[in-house]
């Protein structure tokens, strides 16, 4: 028996479903209002993951022109049908409930699907009679719960009206609803009490895709609330039988950095066993609680290759890691226009906007870690500026730049936290300069190096300022390379490099 740490997939990867198709196993998150969207996992022990690619990859797949901080897309489902991988999902901020699909898990995906029920969290279940049912999340004609209609798969169309099919237990917002036929039974497993500490999993069966479903005499199968625990607001679950026929569950959960608690990784994805009792209910950990370390599945253990430290941009496409802040301008990043860098062109869109500055990021998926990049940046006007920033949303994010004010170029050190801001000011000199950021569970710490000059510290910010519980929505902190330019003419800032090197972690 060997043992794994969770989360397994470290960093903001909230809302995870699974599939399995014989020996592999297939993973999706939520990505809101980053784009590419819905990034696709493989796996083969269910422990050790890496990313093969995204399913959400053309603006017409993904428009997020609308989508506001922690809008976009939510709570994606991942299944394997009859030969075809689908993933269900929904645009809160275009289009609503929708559904892709592809013969292989890299891709290409289709055009969406659109189906015409309400709400949130879509989820499908092929039926072995050859029905499909398509369940949501909404409040409608009677109450708040889980809806379900049945769709052809060919063309998303309603084949019957939609029907409350259960409401929970009594917790807030029942919502992430999965259908499993296993044995006589269908059980239909959801999360309740709101994606934060109340978080939990129930779960209810019946012999009827419709109902009525009988809960859980156990529920909830799966809370970490309330615990003295490093893991935190565990839920949003699904299941997946192994090929060894044991069975497992990945489920979305929080690791706050510090009491009082509070989080800015993100919601993560965790793996859990799932034992079942003699009366054929399901429960998730150790009687409902998820650990750090756990027993892991009896399956060949497979590791990835670990990632380089430092992305040197010599190939002509990003790397899986890289995300934008919707979909990017056409003419805001270039790897061909200046080969060997990552080039940027400011755009009138700030850090501050709703829109989409120009902007190429990554998740901060470790408390401990250092981050640098190498920039060249010369800028034109004043008001331009190129660097780093530590970003949660368009209110919250601490900033690590070359600006150019007064005629002057200069090295600046921003806060922006809600209304309030501080902006340091220091000279900055001729030629690149490589911008630093160390990563600590409480605080971050910024420093520039510049020709002769060793690394200097220009300033910090916390942690906690930048967690969901002061900034909001349902996201994680990113660390991206960015550009602004007022008039939308300033010159091309250059990045040689960028690094991410996580360090030893004794507290997981």
């Known amino acids: 028996m060997k043992n794994y740490t969770n989360p397994v997939i470290p960093g903001f990867y909230p809302d995870p479903s699974i599939c399995r198709v014989e020996e592999d196993y297939y993973l999706v998150t939520s990505t809101f209002e980053y784009f590419p969207g819905v990034p696709l996992f493989h796996s083969k022990d269910l422990v050790n993951w890496r990313q093969i690619g995204h399913v959400l990859t053309s603006a017409e797949q993904l428009p997020l022109a609308k989508a506001g901080s922690s809008g976009g897309i939510y709570a994606p489902t991942i299944r394997y049908h009859d030969g075809w991988f689908y993933m269900t999902t929904t645009n809160v901020s275009g289009g609503g409930n929708f559904y892709v699909r592809s013969r292989q898990p890299e891709g290409p995906w289709s055009d969406p699907f659109f189906v015409a029920q309400d709400g949130i969290d879509p989820s499908l279940f092929f039926d072995d009679d050859g029905l ?53 039974f269908y059980y239909l497993m959801i999360a309740e009490g709101g994606t934060e500490y109340g978080h939990m999993e129930t779960i209810a069966r019946s012999t009827n895709p419709y109902g009525p479903f009988v809960p859980c005499p156990h529920n909830p199968i799966l809370s970490n609330r309330s615990m003295k625990s490093s893991i935190q607001a565990t839920g949003h679950a699904d299941l997946v039988q192994a090929h060894d026929g044991s069975w497992w569950a990945v489920c979305l959960g929080i690791r706050p950095a510090s009491y009082p608690l509070r989080h800015h990784l993100g919601r993560e994805t965790f793996l859990a ?43 002509p ?6 995300i934008f802040l919707r979909n990017p301008a056409p003419d805001s990043w270039s790897l061909t226009e200046h080969p060997g860098h990552l080039a940027l062109r400011g755009t009138p869109v700030s850090l501050n906007d709703g829109g989409s500055p120009a902007f190429v990021g990554r998740r901060l998926s470790h408390f401990l870690c250092r981050m640098a990049a190498k920039l060249n940046f010369d800028p034109t006007y004043d008001g331009d500026e190129a660097g780093l920033t530590v970003y949660m949303n368009e209110k919250y994010h601490y900033d690590l730049a070359i600006k150019r004010i007064n005629g002057q170029k200069k090295i600046i050190f921003r806060r922006t936290v809600g209304s309030l801001r501080t902006e340091e000011i220091r000279d900055c000199g001729t030629g690149p300069a490589i911008l630093r950021i160390q990563a600590q569970r409480d605080i971050f710490r910024f420093s520039v190096e510049q020709g002769e000059t060793t690394d200097v510290v220009v300033g910090s910010g916390e942690t906690h300022l ?6 909001g929505g349902f996201t994680g902190v990113i660390v991206a390379m960015y550009a602004h330019s007022p008039s939308g003419e300033g010159a091309l800032c250059l990045f040689d490099w960028f690094d991410y090197e996580p360090l030893d972690e004794l507290i997981v």
């Open 132 to 184: 499909i049912y398509f369940q949501s999340a909404c409040n409608g004609n009677e109450g708040e719960g889980i809806y379900q209609c049945e769709i052809d798969i060919l063309t998303g169309n309603k084949l019957t009206e939609s029907r409350f099919i259960w409401g929970g237990t009594g917790g807030a917002a029942p919502e992430a609803p999965h259908l499993y036929k296993i044995n006589e």
């Open 317 to 322: 496409s990003l790397g899986l890691d890289w």
């Open 273 to 315: 066993p799932v034992t079942w009792t003699n009366e054929g209910w399901p429960l998730i950990g150790h009687d409902g609680i998820i650990e750090p370390i756990m027993t892991g599945p009896e399956l060949p253990e497979v590791q990835w290759s670990r990632k380089e430290v430092r992305d040197d941009f010599n190939v």
């Open 466 to 471: 930048l967690s969901t519980e002061v900034a």
